[in-house]
Every structure is written in structure tokens, then in C-alpha cells.
């Protein structure tokens, strides 16, 4: 298929009224009532959002809490990228059960957003084929279809004519063409949508059965032919959105609730803008220095980076310029001997410290070097071990950072929930766009300290580091 200039493509797009659309959205999420519970498979899917939940589990105290916010919307954070495929099987059978029972107990209608990856990896289509079969027999109904929605412009993820691209420079390259598509757990050959489900379903929904939103109907405002497609769609089928902007997103919301309006129900596998759409989020400022970094803390920053994506070696590579910055290597590969670990962690842990309470920003980041060992599981579980170990220098910590940024999605879920043990978070918004920050809950190791996540393919090469120079007035 090969790559294509984003110019040629987005300028045969036929240009849209948003203010119209707006207008039309706002008057359709008016009488929507539903609440959204959005199920993030790492922590990066806040990236849209500002002044919502995130729970970082999923028991009945905090469903039952989620439930009880006056907001429409509360993520829970699952971070089953990093499960096996049992683990994510159960943990979604036990969370869907666990919505249907409160919402049933108070009388509330929901819809459950599968949110994950832009460049299409994660356990699909497990995960939403689990929630689909557990929420039928617990809540009884069926789920007519299930959209699929991996736009997301804040990182450079379009759905053209039926075809997932990721941007790289000034050029579109069709998903399955990347790095991301040879995930060692979740890989992939295929780059148009419908061929994509075929295969990961491994033919038990046919690329020729899916329904296919274009483009040209949405910039058409040709609502009420879309409202129909999705009206026709039964057993489960699938529903193929092409986006390139968030105004495509608010005209297919607007079709979708006219369905589900109609009696229609689906399930949703999506990136992050679907979320910040159907939740009536609205547009925020980037987040300042000022409202990051608590005026009366003159320790250093810290920096995690445990991502090995290309980007975040090259974003590395970048920040490594910064002679303010102390830069610590853990050498990952110890984990493959225990002895030698802690003696490591043990070094890294006394060289941060002396430096935060010095007022040194410090970068810790794994060995570029990638452990590849048997199967896909296996190579999970050596990245969850990585992940672990990095967090624990977190965990381990007695002066609190000036701020705290981690890079990647493992190791900005094992951070956040293990290092700092979050509970619960509020999501600040985004430092970067696509580039969330959480304020830490009570619970926390540091409480209301600004959490920067940082997924490991978002940003520009030198994105990091404009982050951490506006941190430390640089």
C-alpha cells in the first residue's frame, strides 16, 4: 500500500459548517442520560479529557462512586494491555457484572467504551466480545453492533476510505506498515479496518459484512442516511467510522444517538476522541507550570522512561541534550537476574534522591536494548517485570519530585497505581496535546501532585523535551 503525503489526502476532504455541527451535537447530547463508564486499557486514554474520574480500580465501592458523580463519564483504568488474555477475560466479566448490578440498583441506563490504542494494539477482540456476552446475560438485551473508532488527531491517527494511518513527518502510513503492527503481543498485517477485524477475529466478522461511515457522508451532513446504517446493523456487525477530525466524530455522535435513540445498542472500541465527544467535553488551555508544580516544592523533577518505541528513543535522544538534566541508565536486562537487581535499584534510588533534594530534574530510563524471549506472553511478562522494577524507585522514594512524568503506557499505569498508589485520580487536562496529566487523590504516596502521562508514540521528537524545559524554566 505504502505511504502517502497527508497534503494530497486532506485536501480532496470536503471542508464542514462545525458551528452547524456543534450546534446540532449540543441539542442531541441535551436529553442523553446515559452514563459513560470508558474502560482504559493503559492510562494514555485520559488524553482528551479534563475535571473527570479516573478509578484505578474496578470494586463495587468504586463503580458504586463512579456511578454516583454528577458527571456523565468516569474512566477505569484496567491497563490490560499488560494482562495475559485470561486476566483481561476475567477482569472485564467481573467488571461488567459489577455495572450491571449497580446500575441496575440505581436505576440508571450506561453505555461502556472500550478505549484503547490509536495504532490498534490490545487484547481486541476480546475485551469487548467479553463485556458484550457478560452484559447480555447480566443485564439482559442485545448489542446490536460494536463501532470502531482508533481516530485520534492528537497523534497523528486518520481513518481515510476505510484505511487506518499513522503519521510519520508529513507522510500517512497505513497502520499495518509500522512498528506498532509488529508488536511482539498484539501484531497485525492489516491496514484497512474491515480486513483488520477480519483478521483479528480470524474471520468470524467478514470485512464485507462490516457497515462503512465515509467521510464523504459526514462532510455531507448526510446524517439521516448514516442514522440508518446504523439502524440496519444486527448480530454483533461492525461499524467502520473514517475521521481526520473532530468535527467527523461529532457527526457521526450526532447519527449514533439518534439510533441508540431509536433503540439501537452498541458496543465501542475506540481511541481517545470518541470519549472526549460523546462525554460533551469541552476544549481547555494546555496546562501551565504554575498550575503543575506546586509553588513551595524546590526539589528537582523526575523523569521515568520505560517505553521502547521509536518515538521515545528518539524523544530520549532529544532530552539527553539538556545539560540541566541528571540521567540515570537502570539496565533492564538484570531483571533476568534477581541478585543483581536490587543492588541496581538500590544505586539508582540514592543517586535520584541526592539529586531531586539538590533540585536536579533526573531522567531514569531502561537500556534501549530490547529483551526479546519466547512467546508473546512470555515477552509480556519480562516488560510487565521491567515496568515493576522501574516502579519501584518510585514506590521507594522519601522526598517528593518537583513533578513527575513517566513515558510509556506499562509504565505510566505501574506509576501511577503502584508507585504513587492512586486510587483514585482527577484528570487536570493535558500538558501536551494527547499528553495527560492526573492530580493524585488523597490516598497517594504525594497527594494532589501533578502525575504527567506520557504515552511512549505521541508527540514530536522533540516533545519531551519542550515539556520538561517549560517544568524547569528552561
Not at 2 to 24: H, M, R, T, Y
Not at 440 to 466: D, H, Q, W
Request: net charge negative; with cysteine; proline share 2%.
Amino acid at each position: 500500500m505504502g505511504k502517502i503525503a497527508k497534503s494530497e489526502v486532506f485536501e480532496k476532504i470536503q471542508a464542514i459548517d462545525e458551528a452547524l455541527v456543534n450546534e446540532k451535537l449540543t441539542e442531541a447530547l441535551h436529553d442523553f442520560n446515559k452514563k459513560i463508564i470508558v474502560l482504559d486499557d493503559d492510562p494514555t486514554g485520559v488524553q482528551t479529557v479534563h475535571d473527570i474520574s479516573v478509578y484505578t480500580d474496578w470494586s463495587e465501592e468504586s463503580i458504586a462512586a463512579g456511578f454516583a458523580e454528577e458527571n456523565t463519564m468516569f474512566f477505569i483504568l484496567t491497563n490490560s494491555r499488560a494482562f495475559s488474555a485470561k486476566e483481561t477475560e476475567d477482569v472485564h466479566r467481573e467488571i461488567a457484572n459489577r455495572v450491571a448490578a449497580q446500575a441496575k440498583k440505581c436505576g440508571k441506563e450506561f453505555m461502556i467504551i472500550s478505549r484503547s490504542d490509536s495504532t490498534l494494539r490490545g487484547h481486541y477482540p476480546l475485551e469487548t466480545e467479553v463485556l458484550k456476552t457478560t452484559l447480555e446475560s447480566a443485564a439482559g438485551g442485545k448489542t446490536d453492533g460494536e463501532v470502531l473508532m482508533p481516530f485520534f488527531k492528537e497523534g497523528g491517527r486518520f481513518t481515510v476510505n476505510n484505511t487506518h494511518y499513522v503519521q510519520e513527518g508529513e507522510f500517512l502510513v497505513p497502520a499495518g506498515e509500522t512498528e506498532f503492527a509488529k508488536d511482539k503481543t498484539f501484531s497485525y498485517t492489516a491496514s484497512n479496518m474491515g480486513e483488520y477485524i477480519e483478521e483479528k477475529t480470524k474471520g468470524a466478522y467478514k470485512a464485507a459484512d462490516a457497515a462503512y461511515i465515509s467521510l464523504d457522508d459526514i462532510r455531507a451532513l448526510n446524517i439521516d442516511k448514516i442514522t440508518e446504517q446504523l439502524l440496519a446493523v444486527k448480530d454483533f456487525n461492525k461499524v467502520i467510522v473514517n475521521a481526520v477530525d473532530y468535527v467527523d466524530v461529532k457527526v457521526f455522535a450526532i447519527a449514533l444517538l439518534q439510533a441508540m435513540k431509536a433503540g439501537k445498542t452498541f458496543m465501542f472500541r475506540t481511541a481517545a476522541a470518541f470519549t472526549k465527544v460523546i462525554g460533551g467535553v469541552q476544549d481547555q488551555p494546555l496546562l501551565s507550570k504554575a498550575q503543575l508544580v506546586a509553588p513551595n516544592n524546590a526539589n528537582g523533577g523526575l523523569i521515568i522512561v520505560g517505553s521502547h518505541v521509536k518515538k521515545t528513543t528518539q524523544q530520549l535522544a532529544e532530552l539527553q541534550k539538556c545539560t540541566y538534566v541528571k540521567f540515570i541508565e537502570f539496565n533492564h536486562l538484570l531483571v533476568l537476574q534477581p541478585e543483581k537487581l536490587e543492588a541496581e535499584l538500590k544505586r539508582i534510588i540514592a543517586e535520584a534522591e541526592e539529586c531531586i533534594k539538590a533540585g536536579q530534574t533526573v531522567a531514569v530510563f531502561t537500556g534501549r536494548e530490547r529483551l526479546d524471549v519466547g512467546s508473546e506472553e512470555e515477552s509480556l511478562q519480562v516488560s510487565v517485570k521491567i515496568s515493576e522494577a522501574i516502579t519501584s524507585i518510585v514506590q521507594r522514594l522519601s522526598v517528593q519530585p518537583g513533578f513527575l512524568i513517566a513515558k510509556g503506557g506499562i509504565t505510566s499505569s505501574d506509576v501511577g497505581t503502584k508507585g504513587l498508589s492512586v486510587k483514585k485520580a482527577l484528570v487536570m487536562g493535558q500538558v501536551k496535546p494527547g499528553i495527560p496529566v492526573w492530580q493524585t487523590g488523597k490516598e497517594a504516596k504525594f497527594e494532589k501532585m501533578s502525575y504527567i502521562i506520557f504515552p511512549g508514540n505521541v508527540g514530536e521528537v522533540t516533545t519531551l523535551r519542550e515539556v520538561v524545559d517549560m517544568l524547569n524554566d528552561r
